[in-house]
């Protein structure tokens, strides 16, 4: 039986990492991806494990740099994101081992606060199996459009932007976003045709990032980042649909996220888990844009 190596992830390894990834990941991936989420994060580049054998590297797990908002304060953060083992590694237990080297980066008083995921159906057993904490779904919804009132809309990113940084959430836990996270998260070079606009009338900023898909042959709009009162949102949504000639909003529609219709047509779900042993953080608040599987 052939040992298997595990280590930290270098630059030098990154084409036949990303061959692995690409070997294994059910979409295609190009190189201009990888540097994009993982070179290029305003966080900081990912931190990865590696795991070899004697015909060379076998399988990887990849964690974003974030940094968040815990009750307050502001501490740094990773990700759980690209697994990838290769079908002569499997059933080793490369994926809980490269997990485990993770682990200890929480478990050692590093900078380090925590680990978030969004895993799917069919990793989130391991996960838990690992002692990692399960929250509450986030819920979103399928709406059609409320009909009222439109307004002026803007399209300056630096308006967008500046009225999004202005959601004041201290009390939660998010993620913290500037200018520059913006122009990283929501980048041409991810392949998604991403769109925004402000209210123009609004004195309080209120903005959003949204992208365009069909539902059943209706063009949707997606709501990945928004701010402002319940009110305003509504207007601008409104305003937005009638725009994009689009007659249903997707949007978070827990109680915590404000300006969504009431009338809900069709739900689903994003499962959120983290990593901090023997520590309870249950109020998170993520916009859509956070949970999206780009990310």
């Not at 990849?62 to 815990?70: D, I, P, S």
């Not at 499997?90 to 978030?116: M, P, W």
């Not at 994009?244 to 909003?249: C, D, I, N």
Request: glycine residues 6%.
């Amino acid at each position: 039986m052939s040992s298997i190596l595990y280590e930290a992830y270098q630059p030098k390894d990154r084409e036949e990492v990303f061959r692995v990834l690409q070997a294994s990941m059910p979409v295609e991936l190009t190189m201009e991806w990888f540097h994009w989420k993982h070179e290029l994060n305003p966080f900081g580049a990912s931190l990865a494990w590696i795991a070899r054998d004697e015909e060379g590297i076998v399988g990887c797990n990849f964690f974003m740099q974030y940094r968040l908002g815990l009750n307050g304060e502001e501490r740094k953060a990773l990700r759980s994101c690209e697994s990838a083992v290769l079908p002569r590694g499997r059933r080793k237990g490369i994926f809980s081992n490269c997990v485990q080297h993770a682990h200890k980066l929480i478990e050692s008083g590093t900078d380090y606060a925590t680990i978030i995921g969004t895993p799917n159906a069919s990793s989130l057993p391991g996960f838990l199996k690992m002692q990692w904490t399960q929250v509450p779904a986030f819920y979103y919804g399928i709406y059609p459009v409320v009909l009222g009132s439109y307004a002026r809309l803007s399209a300056d990113p630096k308006e967008v932007y500046a009225a999004l940084m202005q959601e004041s959430i201290s009390n939660k836990q998010y993620v913290l976003k500037d200018e520059a996270y913006y122009q990283w998260r929501y980048s041409a070079i991810t392949g998604r045709d991403y769109r925004m606009a402000a209210l123009a009338s609004s004195t309080n900023g209120c903005a959003c990032i949204y992208k365009i898909r069909e539902i059943k042959g209706l063009r949707a709009v997606v709501v990945l980042e928004i701010s402002g009162t319940p009110s305003e949102q509504s207007q601008l949504l409104r305003s937005i649909c009638r725009k994009e000639h689009a007659w249903l909003v997707v949007n978070l529609c827990q109680a915590a996220y404000r300006g969504t219709p009431s009338y809900v047509l069709k739900k689903g779900y994003y499962d959120f888990i983290y990593y901090k042993p023997g520590v309870v953080i249950n109020n998170w608040d993520m916009r859509l844009g956070d949970l999206e599987d780009i990310l």
